[in-house]
Every structure is written in C-alpha cells, then in structure tokens.
C-alpha cells in the first residue's frame, strides 16, 4: 500500500525552527516530487513549498519564502522541509503530497498531516 508520513510536527515558540519529514513507503521508486501544504483552521488550504523529490527545483509560496527550505538529499524514501524563523500565522496541519511519476498531473498520494503549532 502506498503510504506518505508526516512527522515532526509540534509546539515552538515564534523565532524557533522545526524540521518536518515526509517518508514513502510502499513504492518501487521514490516518487518524482513532493508538495508541501498546509491548512490552518478555518481557512483553506494553502501550498507551502514543492520540488523533486531530491530537492532540486524547489519553488515557495509567498508566505513562507526565505524562512522555509526543501534540503537537497539524495533521493531515498524521506524528504524534509525546514522551517526557520516561524510565526504564529504558520500555525496549521502540515501536509506532503507526492506525485508518483512525471506524468502525473495532480499529487495522487497524500499524508495525514502534521500539527505545528507557533507560540508568540
């Protein structure tokens, strides 16, 4: 069964940093790109950032530009988003998303999501 996990996820306070993880399980292959997003509560959900799996090519979304990255690794089953200097509005449940293969026009499998949690 093919299965993305988020995890660390978490309670910081506003300036502080947290680490996510994405994991695939499941899969012959890594798939061929990832999509963070999040969704804080009440509001719709957002993208955060996306790139190859191998975190090459990564792109931001505006509100998060500067302050989050996708290190680059070497293409195994977990990629990560970085998240630097964190603000409360960054509170929501984190999720990744992954397209299987190049051909794929939408993400096609998703985590759970994680909860981060900004403290000011």
């Known amino acids: 069964q093919v299965q993305l996990v988020e995890s660390g996820g978490g309670l910081v306070q506003a300036g502080g940093s947290l680490s996510l993880s994405c994991s695939a399980s499941?899969?012959?292959?890594?798939?061929?790109?990832v999509g963070w997003f999040r969704q804080a509560q009440g509001k719709e959900r957002e993208f955060v950032a996306a790139s190859i799996w191998t975190g090459h090519g990564a792109t931001y979304g505006d509100s998060v530009k500067g302050r989050f990255t996708i290190p680059r690794n070497k293409g195994y089953n977990t990629v990560y988003l970085q998240m630097n200097n964190l603000k409360p509005e960054d509170t929501a449940i984190y999720y990744c998303?992954?397209?299987?293969?190049?051909?794929?026009?939408?993400?096609?499998?998703w985590g759970q999501g994680t909860q981060v949690t900004v403290s000011s």
């Open positions: 998303a992954a397209k299987r293969s190049r051909a794929s026009t939408e993400y096609d499998t």
């Open positions: 499941g899969m012959t292959s890594s798939p061929y790109s």
